[in-house]
């Protein structure tokens, strides 16, 4: 799920944001924008690379109109400006910023920078280079990428972290440009249409039979999202049901639901409700359920030990129930997400969560663990152990005593595209995982895809 970036899949991927995917609030960025233009304007208003008046005429006009957030005025009178010439930068560049933030138009961004790029190549606004390289990494296209990260670490004066973090882009795009050159053998299909019936379809797991599918699925409703835990079942020939609802104890309109974890007989259920200890707020915490006859109990909060006041979500449980390994923004973390374990007594007591370390965790996100029924191969998503630029799907494996350093799954399994969960089943020959179309068609759209395990992802069937 190159799921779910900005997003906080809203008690999954994206209940903290993989694209997970992964959500803006809208004030907060309608301020970003105001401010970020009366930045720009300040800056550049002594000069302008036009003499045409009515392009002029026509660009003031919109800064007025961004003072006071008629951002569509705004498009329209820089259009207007640009009609008057092409060649006019700052337009160009206060458009692209629009399409980015304001309609999140990918084609807009590019072509707006780019034609900064035509008309100057010099243009002395780092970000356009920045942005621009982050827009063509996202196509995957790195040589091209690579270029303008490599351009914008030359000039003075640009933040410490964005000048860090496009060193470690033009890594991943050297990574990503050797990576492809040696894919791993594998041939994945997404799963039937009417099991991919939904916006975004994320997280599968099965149960050990592999003949029951759950998975979180997200729609929009009105003007918000909801996400709901959903169930798919195999007949006698092997086919996948149209997915339905799991229970009306589980999913509800008010509260998300999601990124579940469910037990190798089908009857327990780990999972996210966005909606607090009380349901009635907005922090995200992990719950359990349990399957009485073909009925799902009411949800259980897992307590002060598991839950924080942050977001805590994604949780993955082993075989007996008794260790939970979980992802949180938790104080004491080393970066924006971290992958946490925590294990239980033999009373079912939660101990202290442990933290599982810079092997595994990094400065950056690292979601959706999974640990595999053996208890000895953890595969998770990050975005910053080196990959192809987004969340990429990695696997840890345990000796005796450590868990060893993380190996990304490869190309094609990992793309530029946002590949953010995934499921091993239990004899390790059969992957489960989510990602935007691999088509490329649909913008906006989750898949559950399945493929044979290479020995590439492969895990150990037993525990050492």
Partial sequence: MKFLQKNKMLGTLHMKSFRLLLSYNMGKLILFIFCYFLLFFSYSQERYSTSNKRALKYYFEAMESLKVRRFDDAIKQLK??????????????????????YLRNVPGVKYHFGKILEADSNFKNASVSRILGEVYMREGNYPEARKLFTKYITFANEP??????????????????EMIKHPVKVEYKKLPDHVNSHQKQYFPVTTADQNNLVFTVRDRLMSTENEDIYLSQKNDLGEWSSPKSLSENINTLKFNEGTCSISADGKVLAFTICGGKSRNDVDCDIYISYKEGEVWSKPENLGPNVNSPYWDSQPSLSPDGKTLYFSSKRKGGLGEEDIWV????????????????????????????????????????SDYHLGFGSFDLFVSYRDSINWNEPKNLGYPINTHLEESSIFITADCKKAYFSAEDKSGKETDRYFLYEFDLPKEASCKETST
């Avoid at 410490?160 to 440009?177: G, L, M, T």
């Fill in 160 to 177: 410490e972290n964005f000048i860090e973090k496009s060193k470690r882009y033009i890594q991943q795009c050297d990574y990503a440009v």
């Fill in 80 to 101: 207007d400006a640009v009609g008057k010439d092409p060649k006019f930068t700052e337009a160009h560049f206060q458009l692209g910023i629009l399409y980015k933030n």
């Fill in 342 to 381: 925590v294990h239980a007594d033999a009373n079912g007591h939660w101990g202290n969560p442990l933290n599982m370390g810079d092997l595994i965790n990094t400065p950056g996100r690292e979601v959706a663990p999974f640990i595999h029924p053996s208890m000895s191969t953890l595969y998770f998503a």
